[in-house]
């Protein structure tokens, strides 16, 4: 469902930016250029929300479901449904707060870009387990990322490094075959990068998901009474 909504959207996002551009005479800086303000901000704006936000309630989801399942409580496909339709306002704050910071970072050598998404890697987790505001969930997700910061930014790396081989791949694997222009043209190129990217997110979510577990045991204090008892038992 995700996956439906992300390719749909940078479909109409592009078609409405760029509804002359082709495979053959693609020029990216002459047709944003060609845009005006009002079109560049509607297409970064566009961009922004048409690939953050099903990223997120599909992250919404993946985290919903292994909590339930280390926590024994039942699931269903229902239960996670109705969850990430009530994740969705959230998840377009977070779009904007989460994605415009990690696009300017992407565009300054890469590697800004995903150390700003590891930072923000443990908000999702932290909302499926948290009661709390959407502000407040931002802050302690920001906060539990910094206890195992290491480990989200190698994972991150790991499945930025796994996407950029599927973009190269379609690039020079599939573009070729591709028809030369038209509405087929963009989702083609969306669905091929962006299904597969879905995948590598539901692992990297899984993960996310343990780590955030693992940043609250080390948030969490040891109890006096706690360790009493347990040095009584040894």
């Known amino acids: 469902i995700a996956g439906v909504l992300g390719i749909a959207s940078l479909t109409a996002v592009s078609l409405a930016s760029y509804p ?15 845009l005006g ?3 560049q901000l509607v297409f970064i704006f566009g961009l922004v929300f048409g690939f953050w936000t099903p990223v997120l309630v599909a992250a919404r989801g993946v985290c919903r479901i292994t909590t339930n399942q280390i926590s024994g409580r039942p699931i269903s496909l229902q239960l996670v449904l109705a969850d990430m339709l009530r994740f969705i306002p959230a998840a377009l704050v977070y779009s904007l707060i989460i994605g415009i ?4 970072g992407s565009s300054m050598l890469f590697l800004p870009g ?3 998404v590891s930072l923000f890697a443990l908000v999702v987790p932290t ?6 505001g959407v502000f407040a ?14 480990k989200l ?29 038209g509405l087929a043209l963009f989702a083609m190129r969306f669905a091929v990068t962006y299904v597969p990217s879905l995948l590598v997110l539901v692992l990297a ?10 940043a609250r045991g080390a948030e969490t204090p040891v109890s006096p009474s706690s360790t009493a008892s347990g040095a009584a038992g040894i």
């Open 20 to 34: 002359a551009a082709d495979s053959k005479s693609f020029d990216p800086v002459t047709l944003w250029r060609s």
């Open 37 to 39: 303000v009002s079109g």
């Open 101 to 104: 910071p990690a696009m300017i």
């Open 114 to 116: 995903i150390v700003l």
């Open 127 to 132: 909302s499926v387990n948290e009661p709390g």
């Open 137 to 150: 969930t931002l802050r302690h997700g920001v906060s539990l990322g910094g206890k195992v910061f290491g």
């Open 153 to 181: 930014l190698l994972l991150t790396l790991a499945s930025c490094a796994l996407m950029v081989i599927m973009v190269a791949l379609r690039a020079y694997g599939l573009d070729p075959f591709l028809p030369s222009s």
């Open 205 to 214: 979510n899984i993960c996310f998901t343990l780590l955030y577990l693992e």
